[in-house]
């Protein structure tokens, strides 16, 4: 009897359930939690992704590895220790293993240590279990400049964000930035002979910024 009493009162204390989850304003799927007491769990594969992370876990020695960006993270169920690149860090709650699976507390990717790791700042409504990604730009902001027979164009690049430049035959360039996040998208008209217009844009985990050349080019 007791021991029923014990079970029937821990099931009471811990459940499975799943959150909706938006990245930049977009539906992005669900995650599946789990939470005791009052405390959320994130499964860690899932959380990863949703991120835009590779996750690789190893149930034999419970290790959990993300990388983001080039970037490692690394976990240890049963832990609290979080490594975020080349920095230490101390989780809320241990990580917990269930049903085969890695479970990491919520609260960390809401924690500024890993905001300023992702470059993305996360929220969660706890009363309607929505959670909100926002990735910080990485790329921009966009200028020109225009001087007599010459065009100029910036667009700066966070550390990590590398680019490729792809010729559009005699018409133009393209600038793909893989990984690259801009604020919004742009489009425009220069018109001054040498440049006619430039369109910078957001694909799925890429920035591109087309250059379309003038007659003078």
Same mark, same amino acid.
Do not use: C, N
């Given at each position: 009897v007791v021991a029923a009493a014990a079970c029937f009162f821990a099931c009471g204390l811990a459940r499975a359930d799943d959150i909706e989850v938006a990245v930049?304003?977009?539906?992005?799927?669900?995650?599946?939690?789990?939470?005791?007491?009052?405390?959320?769990?994130?499964?860690?594969?899932?959380?990863?992704?949703?991120?835009?992370?590779?996750?690789?876990?190893? &149930?034999?020695?419970?290790?959990?590895?993300?990388?983001?960006?080039?970037?490692?993270?690394?976990f240890m169920t049963g832990s609290k220790d979080v490594q975020l690149g080349s920095q230490n860090a101390r989780l809320s709650h241990e990580v917990l293993t269930r049903a085969s699976q890695a479970f990491i507390p919520l609260e960390f990717f809401l924690s500024p240590e890993f905001a300023a790791f992702s470059r993305m700042d996360s929220q969660f409504n706890a009363e309607t279990g929505h959670l909100s990604i926002e990735p910080r730009a990485t790329v921009g902001p966009l200028k020109w400049f225009s001087y007599q027979d010459k065009s100029r164009i910036e667009l700066p690049l966070d550390a990590g964000v590398g680019f490729t430049i792809h010729r559009q035959g005699k018409s133009g360039i393209e600038v793909?930035? &893989?990984?690259?996040?801009?604020?919004?998208?742009?489009?425009?008209?220069?018109?001054?002979?040498?440049?006619a217009a430039l369109r910078l844009r957001q694909e799925p985990k890429t920035a591109l910024l087309a250059i379309r050349f003038g007659s003078g080019a």
């Open positions: 930049g304003g977009r539906y992005a799927g669900s995650v599946s939690t789990y939470r005791l007491g009052g405390t959320h769990y994130l499964e860690a594969k899932q959380a990863g992704q949703v991120y835009g992370g590779q996750v690789y876990w190893y &149930p034999v020695t419970g290790r959990v590895q993300i990388s983001l960006r080039g970037q490692q993270l690394r793909s930035m &893989p990984l690259g996040q801009i604020e919004g998208s742009e489009m425009i008209q220069v018109g001054d002979g040498i440049l």
